[in-house]
């Protein structure tokens, strides 16, 4: 029995990048896995692997509700909130239209389908979130509206936390520095924690190891915030 048998996961972002690799462990490790992507072509690896594949834009609210009706059909373990955009511009090159674009795929997605899948969760589960550096500091002038949905992302996150403990559910924001965005080494490298808040309980066990089971169970220990690189 492998450590995710018998456990369901949905994954957004699926058709490339962590997102893509988060899935593929997840199914290698016997999960069952709902794959979501705006771009179809990037889930069709998935599918031939098992996956459940929605192809659906998340900012959209319409096809949001079909993909939380698809995890709310079974039992869901794990929710790994990994679509978004970055859509570089200098902030005065941003129109409304993009603003509102960028934050409903990076937020309101993430947003969205945790409150209508969290209390779904099964006891135990993680709702997993990525923030970025960009959270923090300005390091392009080009990510204002990127970093802003990662700010908030953290503390989404932090509320999420607050709210779902009581039912043993572990909201985590990690924060994926510079990592090959086509590679699925990321959740197979070690990681190295740069910072973490609270650091003493999570950076030993993300040291000790970075297989998936770990990062996805021990990371997902209180709504702390990660600063990680692999
Ligand atoms: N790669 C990095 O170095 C890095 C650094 C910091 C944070 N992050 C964060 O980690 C997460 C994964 O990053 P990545 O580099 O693997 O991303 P990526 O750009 O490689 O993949 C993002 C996926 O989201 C999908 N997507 C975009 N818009 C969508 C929409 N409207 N509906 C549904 N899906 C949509 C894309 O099609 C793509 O498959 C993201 O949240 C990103 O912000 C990444």
Redesign the pocket.
């Known amino acids: 029995m492998g450590w995710a048998d018998g456990r369901r996961a949905l994954v957004?972002?699926?058709?490339?990048?962590?997102?893509?690799a988060t899935a593929e462990r997840l199914l290698a490790d016997g999960a069952g896995v709902i794959a979501?992507?705006?771009?179809g072509a990037?889930l069709a690896d998935l599918e031939a692997a098992g996956a459940v594949t929605i192809v659906?834009?998340?900012?959209d609210t319409e096809a949001r509700q079909r993909v939380i009706d698809e995890g709310r059909s079974g039992r869901l373990d794990f929710l790994v909130?990994?679509?978004?955009?970055?859509h570089p511009r200098p902030f005065w090159e941003v129109t409304e239209a993009d603003f509102r674009k960028v934050f409903?795929?990076?937020l309101e997605?993430a947003w969205f389908l945790s409150l209508g899948l969290g209390r779904h969760l099964t006891e135990g589960g993680a709702i997993v979130n990525?923030?970025?550096?960009?959270a923090r500091n300005a390091g392009t002038i080009e990510a204002a509206v990127?970093g802003a949905t990662?700010t908030a992302i953290q503390s989404m996150t932090r509320s999420f936390a607050h709210a779902l403990a009581p039912r043993r559910l572990y909201p985590t924001g990690g924060?994926?520095?510079?990592?090959?965005?086509?590679s699925p080494a990321y959740c197979r490298a070690p990681l190295r924690i740069v910072d973490a808040s609270p650091p003493i309980l999570f950076q030993q066990a993300i040291l000790t190891a970075c297989d998936f089971e770990r990062f996805i169970c021990t990371c997902c220990t209180g709504g702390a915030t990660l600063l990680a690189t692999g």
């Open positions: 957004t972002g699926a058709g490339r990048g962590m997102g893509h979501v992507d705006v771009d990037g659906a834009d998340l900012a909130n990994a679509a978004a955009i970055l409903a795929v990076n997605s990525f923030s970025s550096p960009s990127y990662k924060f994926p520095i510079g990592a090959s965005t086509r």
